[in-house]
Nanobody, 119 residues
Framework: QVQLVESGGGLVQAGGSLRLSCAAS????????MGWFRQVPGKEREFVAT????????YYADSVKGRFTISRDNAKNTVYLQINSLKPEDTAVYYC????????????WGQGTQVTVSS
């Protein structure tokens, strides 16, 4: 199982930007898809974005298209979520997840990082 640690969350004003990081210390993401999800109290976990580590293909939820960018740094074994034009409704705990390319199950999860957007 891949160990994932999120960081970069915080309190930001609406319209601001934030970059979240997800690191797998001492591990490689080769053969994996990496994803970002978010969750607010009382709601189900929501898909945000995913990236195929090998080929870099990305996919985004409609709610974040044009504002969020997922990327990875091969040398650092880190996946990022750049969030621009933050809105109060982006407030959530953001989780990093990983799955094998050959699997459909998100098997590894980080503990989350809180993003709070003030109006």
């Amino acid at each position: 199982q891949v160990q994932l640690v999120e960081s970069g969350g915080g309190l930001v004003q609406a319209g601001g930007s934030l970059r979240l990081s997800c690191a797998a210390s001492g591990r490689t993401f080769s053969g994996y898809a990496m994803g970002w999800f978010r969750q607010v109290p009382g709601k189900e976990r929501e898909f945000v974005a995913t990236i195929n580590w090998t080929n870099g293909k990305t996919y985004y939820a409609d709610s974040v298209k044009g504002r969020f960018t997922i990327s990875r740094d091969n040398a650092k074994n880190t996946v990022y979520l750049q969030i621009n034009s933050l809105k109060p409704e982006d407030t959530a705990v953001y989780y990093c997840a990983a799955r094998l390319i050959t699997n459909s199950v998100w098997a590894s999860w980080g503990q989350g990082t809180q993003v709070t957007v003030s109006s």
